[in-house]
């Protein structure tokens, strides 16, 4: 094959209570990478990765929340044509997942409704044992079932996965996952971020660069 | 929530929002409040619900609007960004560009003798403009060639002229302009909202045409861009910016208490999350009323709902219009900026038009007539007046720091101005920008 595949622009976005790994689930998508007790969010919150998936690659720009849900003090903008979501919980700490619920209603309410959203489960690894396998003994710090997490993403109609950002864990999964379940034809609509070759980009304007540079509708769109 | 900071910033205005973004960039711990649930402040904009609510608290919002209640975005404060102006460098630099799309406002046109004209963008639009006669062409030509070529450092550009002592009518006069082409030099494109310019020196008409005519040229349609879903992605883009450089955010949260040193100087406030202590704090006028002073001016703004674009202006998505103060018979120009769904602030088939001036007669809402006049029938109208506040010190001295009410004009100018002069105020220093770390190197930093 002499032509690259098409590259689909998606804006993804994090959402779940502090500290259940939100941007160590990013981070080992993007880097292959895990940080034992890391800061919260400073500094970083715009990673993009290019995914493959079978024959389409989709460039994942990926928004961080930067620590403004603390105080519920998301801003619309952060929702903003939005084509997917991961909501992300700790099994290990129910309260995360009840937080888990609203953050899915707040993006029914908030985000365009052919939103592709993931229920994620994190941390994973805080409940095997040393052979590598669930640990099922009462000792076990599993908190919320695997059941409870697979029958809220069934009422919402979601994805649903069980992750370990520390081990890597169906982490790359999450993301296929998404990229397999995104609409086709929603792929270059309403993106006013993505770096779209065929988008409704009609007059937009780059401010970064100098002179002129208008983004004319179809420009520079390969049809082959 | 018992937390030290270097600054506190109240209220989630344009102002507040760039200085937190920039201060959480240069390394400052920024806290910052919005007694309201939404960012923005004054320059918010505002969805149907909420706008309904502010302007007409009796009545529910009407059933004859369509749309989701979020396919509004109607500004408070009309303006536009200059396409070369200080707000859109601050943005480059800053990259919150990142966050933000923006379209260009699709023409600007000017009333004179009971129509409505579009100001050339260029050139050929200038020879071909119904404006001015044949000889008045070739004398705008000269006169905008004299600003074009004018140098300080080479004084056989400057025709006679000190562009420090002259002033603006002085130059008019020596290039025989008439009345309506002053007019529209020195309303449709230096910007000027009164006549007072023409006595007074000339360098600032100077630079205000050179913006124009720079912002123009940079895009071609206009000097002007404008953000896809309204002016309130501005605040929320650099809100996003402090975030990420580790500014803490409560909105909902009023301020209980301002906390005072012995000397009087400010200590911290004290919310429903506990209390936060800083010596410094930056702040709309609201948070400190007894710290503030009326400007004299009041500015009434009216929300126009409209079903169809203006007429005379071609159709086109977006516009601004502006009435020169003489050609109503008034001190103060009327603003007019039109939107459309092509920038996202309304629900396709809807216009909206915000019409502004200074008050100058017991019956503001008269004073619009004129501006009502041209956008024909309107579905509704929602006015607002507002006084205009200011400082009534710098704050060295207690370490608050005020900023100014948006102002009437048509652009973002005099608020960067109060921008990096609460800058230089507060640091110490003027303020310098920066270009950002590319997304590269932030993903390399990340990964630290």
């Known amino acids: 094959m002499s032509f690259p595949n098409p590259t689909t622009s998606v804006k993804l976005v994090l959402l779940g209570e502090a500290a259940v790994g939100k941007s160590s689930l990013v981070l080992r998508f993007v880097s292959n990478e895990f940080q034992e007790n890391k800061e919260p969010t400073i500094g970083a919150a715009f990673l993009t990765q290019k995914c493959t998936i079978g024959s389409k690659v989709i460039k994942y720009e990926i928004w961080d929340t930067a620590g403004q849900e603390r105080f519920a003090s998301l ?42 959203i993931a229920l994620v489960g994190n941390k ?19 908190k919320v079932s695997i059941e409870e997490g697979q029958n809220l993403a069934d009422e919402e109609g979601i994805l649903f996965f069980e992750t370990s950002a520390k081990d890597g864990f169906n982490v790359n999964e999450v993301f296929i996952g998404i990229g397999n379940h995104i609409p086709e034809s929603n792929n270059n609509s309403n993106n006013p971020l993505g770096g779209n070759s065929n988008g409704n980009n009609e007059g937009r304007i780059d401010l970064t660069s100098n002179a002129n540079n208008i983004n004319r509708s179809g420009g520079g769109e390969c049809a082959c | 929530m018992d937390e030290n900071y270097d600054v506190i910033v109240l209220g989630t205005g344009l102002t507040e929002c760039v200085l937190s973004g920039i201060l959480s960039v240069e390394g400052k711990k920024v806290l910052h409040i919005d007694r309201q649930d939404f960012y923005g402040g004054e320059s918010a904009s505002l969805n149907l619900s909420q706008l309904y609510k502010k302007f007409k608290p009796s009545a529910q919002k009407p059933e004859f609007l369509t749309g989701r209640d ?11 960004l200059m396409s070369n102006g200080e707000l859109t460098n601050i943005l480059v630099h800053t990259d919150v560009t990142r966050y933000i799309e923006f379209k260009q406002i699709g023409g600007s046109y000017v009333y004179r003798s009971g129509r409505i004209a579009k100001v050339p963008a260029n050139e050929s639009e200038a020879i071909r403009s119904s404006l001015m006669g044949i000889f008045e062409k070739r004398r705008m030509k000269r006169f905008l060639d004299f600003i074009a070529k004018y140098d300080d450092d080479d004084v056989s550009t400057h025709q006679g002229f000190d562009l420090d002592k002259n002033t603006m009518d002085e130059i008019y006069t020596y290039f025989g302009l008439e009345s309506g082409t002053k007019d529209f030099i020195g309303h449709a494109m230096a910007l000027w909202s009164t006549d007072h310019y023409l006595t007074e020196v000339a360098r600032p008409t100077y630079e205000r045409i050179m913006l124009y005519v720079q912002s123009v040229a940079k895009y071609g349609k206009s000097p002007y861009i404008y953000p896809l879903y309204g002016l309130g992605e501005l605040p929320q883009g650099f809100a996003r910016l402090s975030a990420i450089y580790g500014g803490t955010y409560m909105l909902d949260t009023p301020i209980d208490e301002v906390l005072y040193t012995d000397d009087g100087k ?27 002073k009326k400007v004299g001016s009041r ?11 203006i007429a005379g202006t071609s159709d086109l998505d977006s516009v601004q219009l502006i009435i020169p103060q003489n050609q109503v018979g008034r001190k103060h120009d ?6 459309s769904d092509v920038h996202c602030v309304v629900p396709k088939g809807y216009y909206l038009a915000i019409v502004s001036t200074i008050i100058e007669t017991e019956t503001p809402h008269v004073e619009l007539e004129p501006a009502f006049k041209l956008l024909g029938e309107r579905l509704d109208t929602l006015m607002g007046i507002a006084d205009l506040y200011e400082p009534s010190t710098d704050g060295t001295d207690s370490n608050i720091f005020i900023s100014k009410s948006y102002d009437a004009s048509s652009h973002f100018e005099s608020t960067t101005d109060d921008i990096k002069d609460i800058y230089f105020r507060v640091t110490g220093k003027p303020l310098v920008l920066q270009q950002r770390t590319t997304v590269e190197e932030e993903q390399a930093l990340n990964g630290l």
């Open chain 2, 299 to 309: 500015v009434i703004r009216a929300m126009c709902i409209l079903d169809h674009p």
């Open chain 1, 75 to 116: 801003a619309p903008m952060y929702y903003r044509n939005a084509q997917a979501a991961i909501v992300v919980y700790d099994i290990t700490k129910p309260a995360s997942f009840i937080k888990a619920r609203h953050w899915v209603k707040e993006l029914h309410e908030q985000a365009s409704k052919d939103i592709t």
């Open chain 2, 334 to 339: 009327i603003y007019i900026a039109v939107l």
């Open chain 2, 266 to 292: 400010f200590a911290g406030v004290v919310t429903k999350e506990g209390t936060a202590k800083a010596p410094i704090v930056i702040a709309d006028p609201t948070y400190f009323p007894d710290k503030v």
């Open chain 1, 124 to 142: 994973y690894d805080l409940v095997k044992n040393d052979s590598g396998e669930e640990d099922d003994s009462e000792n076990s710090l599993r």
């Open chain 2, 70 to 80: 979020r396919d509004w975005c109607v500004d408070l404060i009309p303006k536009f």
